[in-house]
């Protein structure tokens, strides 16, 4: 049976994207963590759920409690101030994310156009041509033989701090021993685009102008006021390359070791040579590849990053098992996603007309598949609030699309699950743990400096992470010898 919620009614005639004579809907009083705003309860003692709870700062700062009354009471929501449907409960969402003839359709244009029509656009035939001949460079072997461009910048960019013209922020204070940085500034922020335009082969001489184009698109996405800055940034990325993939088909470059040793081809010399169906790839499609490796492993593993040491920080048992076990790295990277994704969701089309928990979806709803939600889903993770590297209900090994092992551990859902799993996720986990393993090196007795990060609404605590990865993280450790 469909449950009603009361606020439908009230929001009959109310404008689908808030405004401001809405503004004061807004205003939810920020509560503690793990605490939800109380907004009533039916004839039977359900909560009720309002809608304008989404585009509050409440939610974003504590969006856990909600998704879990979604999850309890409303596991399909029909958003009518939204005009869509969150679907909350980990199951639910793979198996829509498997059922490619049903919900394998993403809304076109979720990227706002910035990042061109790339692969997480397509389904079908398509989707998996362009979905196998990505693959061949961002996993397993391949991306083995790039592992030392990684390490090598990741010490590059450390190598920085110790310069005293440096422009990372690097505070040193001699009288007592310490280094005080922000981690976003003097490493994050930097690393995974730095390594996303190695691997790719983008020449020393234009990485400064690249940089500039990642941040603009990625800055761009959603429709946000900066949205025809990215766009302008996508078509100047699009001419560039089309010159840089003449020369690479004629004279293709490749990646080096330690002793100048060639090791493989750059992707982009590489794609210039592989072929769908026959034909060389275009130069769309190149781009359109570019686009995607700067989304999944720049903007996502900077997040990633900062987030890990930020939880990891905070759970200093956990930290020193880390730093005893190199492969607990792993671990703790896949825990950290499953906690705290900066990757909310994805956004479907459905087909066909159809029946979810009662409620009734016609053919081309959009449905918002909340991945954050499946994360924290007390039906496959126990304490599903609680930061535990070593839980024994999480997959952690290597990345599947299955989502879960023979042994049938779930895997987060960071990454999405079956024919649309992030193309970035295995580059995204490389630079994630190979960047924090080159930072442990160097961080002696680190910790927090809480003095200088964002509070709670206690003006004590630190400010939970929330739907996003922090923006900034302040840290002291101990001048090395």
């Known amino acids: 049976m469909t449950r009603t919620n009361p606020f439908d009614a009230a929001l009959e005639g109310f404008p689908n994207k808030i405004g401001e004579g809405a503004e004061a809907y807004r205003k939810f009083p920020h509560m503690p963590v793990g605490e939800a705003v109380d907004m009533g309860h039916d004839e039977n003692g359900i909560p009720l759920f309002d809608p304008r709870i989404f585009d509050s700062g409440e939610f974003a700062r504590n969006p856990y409690p909600y998704y879990r009354i979604l999850r309890d009471h409303y596991p399909v929501f029909h958003d009518q101030l939204h005009n869509c449907y969150f679907v909350t409960r980990y199951e639910d969402i793979t198996d829509c994310y498997f059922d490619e003839i049903g919900f394998n359709t993403i809304p076109k244009g979720s990227s706002s156009g910035v990042l061109g029509n790339t692969q997480l656009e397509l389904s079908g035939i398509e989707h998996r041509r362009r979905r196998n001949i990505y693959g061949r460079h961002l996993v397993g072997a391949a991306l083995t033989k790039r592992i030392h461009a990684l390490k090598e910048l990741g010490n590059e960019l450390i190598d920085e701090w110790w310069d005293p013209n440096n422009n990372k922020g690097i505070e040193i204070n001699e009288d007592t021993n310490t280094v005080t940085l922000e981690l976003g500034k003097a490493f994050a922020n930097e690393f995974p685009i730095s390594v996303v335009a190695q691997v790719l082969g983008i020449p020393q001489d234009a990485r400064e102008q690249f940089t500039w184009w990642y941040d603009a698109m990625m800055s761009g996405l959603g429709g946000s006021d900066t949205h025809h800055e990215g766009l302008e940034a996508r078509q100047d990325l699009e001419e560039y390359v089309e010159e840089l993939v003449e020369e690479r088909r004629a004279n293709p470059t490749y990646l080096h070791d330690e002793n100048g040793n060639e090791i493989c081809l750059d992707i982009i010399s590489e794609l210039c040579h592989s072929e769908i169906d026959g034909s060389v ?185 929330g739907l996003k990865s922090i923006r900034e993280l302040w840290l002291d450790f101990d001048l090395p010898s």
């Not at 903007?299 to 730093?323: C, F, M, S």
């Open 281 to 465: 790839m275009s130069t769309e499609e190149i781009t359109s590849f570019i686009a995607l490796v700067v989304g999944g492993g720049g903007e996502t593993t900077r997040g990633a990053i900062l987030n890990l040491w930020y939880l990891l920080l905070q759970h200093p048992d956990q930290y020193h098992q880390v730093k005893e076990n190199e492969e607990l790295w792993d671990t703790a990277f896949h825990e950290m996603l499953r906690h705290s994704t900066s990757i909310g969701g994805q956004p479907r089309h459905n087909t066909f007309d159809i029946v979810m928990h009662g409620v009734h979806i016609p053919a081309g709803s959009l449905m918002h598949m909340v991945d954050v939600s499946a994360n924290h889903d007390e039906r496959i993770f126990k304490d599903p609030e609680d930061f535990n590297i070593f839980r024994d209900d999480l997959y952690s090994g290597k990345i599947l699309r299955s989502g879960h092992n023979k042994e049938g551990k779930c895997s987060h859902m960071a990454f999405g699950v079956g024919p649309h799993l992030c193309p970035g996720a295995w580059i995204s986990h490389q630079e994630t743990v190979i960047g924090s393993q080159i930072l442990d090196g160097v961080f002696k007795n680190v910790r927090i400096n809480t003095d200088r990060m964002p509070k709670d609404i206690d003006g004590k605590s630190l400010a939970p992470i």
